[in-house]
T-cell receptor, first 113, second 114 residues
Framework: AQSVTQPDIHITVSEGASLELRCNYSYGATPYLFWYVQSPGQGLQLLLK??????LVQGIKGFEAEFKRSQSSFNLRKPSVHWSDAAEYFC???????????FGTGTRLTIIP | GAVVSQHPSWVICKSGTSVKIECRSLDFQATTMFWYRQFPKQSLMLMAT?????????EQGVEKDKFLINHASLTLSTLTVTSAHPEDSSFYIC??????????FGSGTRLTVV
């Protein structure tokens, strides 16, 4: 069975500082990997996804993520955060055959001035 | 890009009544849609997979008679919470699979049962 771990429940970062949110997955074959962002009371917006190919994936809003098979990780990064980045971030894993997405528990990002 | 419209965005109902939530894919056909439930400050829990023209597949522990799912067309899936009770109060989110591996989410429905 596939699973996702987001070790950090809550992260606080100063505006303008760099950000890395961790995500580790468990799946036997090559997974589909996603990062979503959720603002309070809202649905999920896709930041980026990895299916195959280049392991460094560029997304919207200046985010990027790197797929590292050897570490079973798909960490999300942003070089300089903005106050508007404050939200809940979810990592998810899927696969072609199953279609289901499995979500991590989320990381809440707080931005301080 | 692909858009999924979910309505209503919030609803308050009396205990014992039923509530229907709609999920529409606006610019693509979705043979498969998914319904999630999210408790405050928690992750999304998959409730069921909705397949156009066939019965939904429910996750273990989800009462299919309480959470009725209908996917009668390629652009519409509905979730009906029957005989709602306060413990059914939650945030419900749908998503649709578009293309190979892409998933688009609705904006969610906040259900409060009083």
């Amino acid at each position: 069975a596939q699973s996702v771990t987001q070790p950090d429940i809550h992260i606080t970062v100063s505006e303008g500082a760099s950000l890395e949110l961790r995500c580790n997955y468990s799946y036997g074959a090559t997974p589909y990997l996603f990062w979503y962002v959720q603002s309070p009371g809202q649905g999920l917006q896709l930041l980026l996804k990895y299916f195959s190919g280049d392991t460094l994936v560029q997304g919207i809003k200046g985010f990027e993520a790197e797929f590292k098979r050897s570490q079973s990780s798909f960490n999300l990064r942003k070089p300089s955060v903005h106050w508007s980045d404050a939200a809940e971030y979810f990592c998810a894993v899927g696969n072609f055959g199953n279609e289901k997405l499995t979500f991590g528990t989320g990381t809440r990002l707080t931005i301080i001035p | 890009g692909a858009v999924v419209s979910q309505h209503p965005s919030w609803v308050i109902c009396k205990s014992g009544t039923s509530v229907k939530i709609e999920c529409r894919s606006l610019d693509f056909q979705a043979t498969t849609m998914f319904w999630y439930r999210q408790f405050p400050k928690q992750s999304l829990m998959l409730m069921a997979t909705s397949n156009e023209g066939s019965k939904a597949t429910y996750e273990q522990g989800v009462e299919k008679d309480k959470f009725l799912i209908n996917h009668a067309s390629l652009t519409l899936s509905t979730l009906t919470v029957t005989s709602a009770h306060p413990e059914d109060s939650s945030f419900y989110i749908c998503s649709a699979r578009e293309g190979q591996g892409g998933y688009t989410f609705g904006s969610g429905t906040r259900l409060t049962v009083v």
